[in-house]
């Protein structure tokens, strides 16, 4: 029997460097005798992937034209990352991403209704779960590990910038980029960053990670270890289930990170009255979970997302220290080749199963639920085009 074709397709995304095939999960889908096409990288800045066609052609893959999976045979099976440019036309493959179009956001009926328009079908990466219901492949631990970064870079910048300017832009400290080249070129910098805040403030930051034990909580924690801030309190379930919030402990350290899933209201873990503690050190937030517009927001200090070129927004307190807030929604994507790797390597034994589509059970439950969501379309509009 033949395996099929994969199609790995440049993304469409302003400012995503990440991909979801790289050179090193590309190689062991050849040996493991799938073809696979890889599409160049776009030579737009904006648009180029961290991975080199140069890596994937000397991996052994085939490179073909950015774009070119719009052409392709249909049996092939087209793998990105993010979700696909608005457009009307029906798609006619099997598609792996993630579509963000699941959950009813909006929008999200012209984005789905196109499937099935043209006889494609959909695996959202975000919905690929193993027989426990977990899912297969996340970026939480590096949303965390990039999270907790802009949270000490903050903490220094407060420091050594006492007028109050904001954090900029974070392409001034990566050569223009908007994205670091490796882990190593971020924990360099980030330690030279310490030395500088700990020189004005005598000493290195205390930290606070909510979730520890999670994907995302564990890469915070590792992020502060491997830079020597290892003062820091791992919560989680235990801390908190016994104890509802606000948490005097979160505002008595100089970071927080959330990095908890909200799955249901609970009670705040800081808000305005327990940041007016007279023993409040607390000057920089990072919500990694981002969950500014949920009516139950944990940390109702804030009100909106932040961005790389803008990544803090200052919360109003009546002394010093300054209060600072982080609440970007893909921080993985400052750090793309980890990050990547990270998620391939994770997704690889599924995508080693695509042969099996049909039998095996992170890609049954996949289609499955596909074609639940597929039905709850608006009358008339998933109906498949001659």
């Not at 774009?67 to 049996?75: E, H, K, L, M, R």
């Not at 002394?319 to 390597?345: C, G, Q, Y």
Request: hydrophobic share 35%; proline share 8%.
């Amino acid at each position: 029997m033949s395996l099929p074709t994969l199609h790995a397709r440049a993304e469409a995304k302003p400012f995503e460097h990440r991909s979801c095939l790289t050179p090193t999960t590309a190689k062991k889908l050849l040996e493991a005798g799938y073809p696979v096409l890889v599409e160049r990288s776009s030579k737009n800045p904006d648009y180029s992937r961290i991975f080199k066609d140069e890596e994937f052609e000397a991996a052994g893959c085939t490179l073909v034209d950015e774009g070119s999976w719009q052409t392709a045979p249909t049996d092939r099976i087209i793998i990105g990352l993010k979700e696909l440019p608005e457009e009307d036309t029906p798609l006619k493959h099997t598609f792996v991403h993630f579509a963000h179009c699941y959950k009813q956001q909006g929008g999200w009926e012209h984005t789905l209704a196109r499937f099935p328009r043209g006889g494609g079908t959909l695996y959202d990466l975000e919905f690929l779960q193993d027989n426990t219901g977990r899912r297969v492949a996340a970026f939480g631990y590096h949303a965390g590990f990039v999270g907790a970064a802009l949270a000490i870079k903050t903490w220094a910048w407060q420091l050594t910038h006492p007028k109050g300017e904001p954090l900029p832009d974070i392409a001034e400290f990566t050569n223009g980029k908007g994205y670091y080249q490796n882990e190593d070129e971020l924990i360099t910098q980030l330690k030279e960053d310490v030395a500088a805040g700990e020189k004005v403030a005598g000493r290195k930051p205390s930290s606070l990670v909510l979730g520890a034990l999670g994907r995302c909580g564990s890469g915070a924690v590792d992020l502060l270890e491997k830079i020597g801030c290892s003062e820091v309190k791992k919560w989680d379930l235990a801390e908190t289930s016994e104890r509802p919030g606000p948490y005097p402990e979160i505002v008595e350290s100089d970071i927080f990170v959330n990095c908890i899933y909200l799955s249901k209201p609970i009670p705040p873990f800081v808000n305005e009255e327990s940041l007016a503690s007279p023993s409040r050190k607390l000057s920089v937030v990072c919500d990694v979970s981002c969950d500014t517009t949920n009516p139950h927001n944990p940390i109702p200090i804030y009100s909106i997302n932040t961005t790389f070129d803008k990544p803090t927004v200052s919360v109003p307190v009546k002394s010093d220290p300054p209060l600072s807030v982080i609440s970007i929604d893909h921080l993985p994507s400052a750090l793309p080749r980890e990050a990547s790797e990270a998620f391939s390597n994770a997704l690889l034994p599924s995508l080693l199963a695509l042969k099996d589509r049909k039998s095996a059970p992170v890609w049954q439950g996949a289609e499955k639920l596909f074609e639940e969501k597929v039905a709850t379309l608006p009358e008339g509009m998933g109906k498949r085009e001659v």
